[in-house]
């Protein structure tokens, strides 16, 4: 293997954890910001792999895609920027549960699974050895402990 098909394959394989990590960012979390962070990261990855396909051919076709990439991500964060912004104030959440009215008319709406009951604060109780021998006598704290030294 030469040196640039190795170097390609190593900027794939970073290329393809960093979608990787923004989908499963994007498809576990609820909140918004997050969720656009995550899809951020995936374009990132995207770039990642055109700049190394680029380098690999020679060509610089690559490059000129990402700088496109770069300028629909920054307005991608404009708009969400703003988005982010009116559906706080006017709802006081980013989780996207919360905009269920948005979905569509045939759509199902979303409905959250209930949570385990949280613990007790009863300490739990614990397995007793059953009694054996003879229970020693017990120490008077008084006359064999002092207070202070």
Do not use: C
């Not at 995550?38 to 680029?54: D, P």
């Amino acid at each position: 293997m030469t040196n640039d098909l190795a170097a390609l394959h190593s900027y794939l394989a970073v290329a393809a954890v960093l979608v990787g990590i923004g989908l499963v960012g994007f498809l576990s979390r609820r909140n918004m910001i997050v969720m656009f962070l995550s899809a951020e990261t995936m374009l990132q990855g995207v770039s990642l792999s055109l700049v190394a396909w680029g380098r690999f051919h020679g060509d610089l076709g690559g490059q000129i895609l990402v700088l496109f990439i770069i300028a629909l991500a920054a307005a991608e964060a404009a708009i969400a920027l703003a988005l982010v912004v009116t559906l706080f104030a006017r709802r006081g959440s980013l989780d996207i549960a919360a905009w269920q009215d948005l979905r569509e008319s045939d759509q199902p709406p979303f409905e959250e699974e209930d949570l385990p009951p949280e613990p007790s604060d009863e300490p739990a109780a614990w397995p007793h050895l059953a009694p054996a021998g003879i229970e020693p006598a017990s120490i008077d704290e008084k006359e064999h402990y002092r207070p202070k030294v």
